[in-house]
């Protein structure tokens, strides 16, 4: 499991010109099953994304495809957990931990 925040590096007026293709994106993914929620940080100088993903590499290769990463509008930082405890309805994503 991995949570996606999202720093903006340029103005509102600029994200929200390509929040449409921003969107887009997203509901891409969410089709997925790849993106579990989303939503923009409070104050708005951001957002976060939930993401469920095999590994680092590919969610990365993924975070780069977004239009505001490829815009030069947002900077990511990625991090990963293990979802050992979830509500009812993300059962399905629940992970165990590793033998030691």
Request: hydrophobic residues 45%; negative net charge.
């Amino acid at each position: 499991m991995f949570i996606l925040e999202l720093t903006y590096t340029a103005p509102l007026e600029r994200i929200d010109e390509a929040l449409p293709q921003h969107v887009q994106w997203l509901d891409s993914h969410y089709a997925a099953g790849t993106f579990l929620a989303s939503g923009r940080k409070v104050p708005r100088d951001g957002g976060v994304i939930l993401a469920a993903g095999q590994d680092r590499a590919g969610i990365e290769a993924l975070v780069a495809t977004d239009p505001f990463v490829r815009l030069g509008l947002t900077e990511y930082r990625v991090t990963e957990f293990l979802a050992t405890v979830t509500a009812p309805a993300l059962q399905d994503y629940r992970q165990q931990l590793p033998a030691s």
